[in-house]
């Protein structure tokens, strides 16, 4: 992998973790090995300078379109990104109330303004928000990197058929965290 550190960008899409009565965020224990590869992921890209930008639900309660298929989730000043995940001053966070981090959010214009050509994706759940974002990246003219070990399916679909959509039809490139390091170091 190969990858210029002066034209990308990290998007850490819904790594998180309810604060409150959350049916999706609730914190696993089982997620232990896809917590560490984001922590790790984001890391990596602390230490090479690269920006880091988290994408998070924030949904309005009772407002939200995309409440009325999961459920009260991800609202807005009622989760945390994961502990194990280092943010820094300097991290930019777009908060989103969509599946994608570029809808009706400032993401795109951010990205361009840090003269990224190439996102570098990891997060929840691979088969909607991960999947959605990737989608409107590549629609955006963006190149796409996705942490395949620090992406995770929980919610519907496969992880391997999420990752294979974003390999076939958005040309991403599929990584594991190791790779990621040794490629920014």
């Known amino acids: 992998m190969k990858i210029d550190k002066n034209a990308c960008a990290l998007l850490v899409i819904d790594a998180i973790e309810a604060v409150g009565d959350d049916s999706l965020y609730d914190p696993d224990a089982a997620t232990a090995a896809y ?17 880091v ?3 998070n639900d924030a949904h309005i309660r009772g407002l939200d379109r995309e409440l009325e298929l999961w459920g009260e989730h991800g609202l807005a000043g009622e989760t945390r990104v994961y502990p194990e995940v280092e943010v ?3 991290d ?3 908060p989103k109330r969509r599946y ?12 361009r303004e840090l003269g990224v050509s190439t996102v570098i994706a990891v997060g929840c759940d691979t088969n909607i928000c991960v999947l ?3 989608a409107d990246a590549y629609f955006l003219g963006y190149a796409s990197v996705v ?3 620090a992406t995770m399916t929980f919610l519907c679909g496969t992880q391997e058929g999420a990752l294979e959509h974003c390999e076939k039809c958005y040309g991403s ?8 390091e040794a490629a920014l170091s």
């Open 88 to 90: 820094r001053p300097g």
């Open 100 to 111: 994608s981090g570029f809808f009706q959010t400032d993401l795109d214009l951010t990205l």
């Open 35 to 51: 917590r560490a590869a984001v922590a790790r992921s984001v890391d990596a890209c602390h230490a090479a300078g690269v920006p």
């Open 53 to 55: 930008v988290f994408c």
């Open 92 to 94: 930019i966070t777009v």
């Open 132 to 134: 959605h974002t990737l």
């Open 147 to 149: 942490v395949a070990d």
């Open 173 to 180: 490139e599929l990584v594991s965290a190791e790779e990621l």
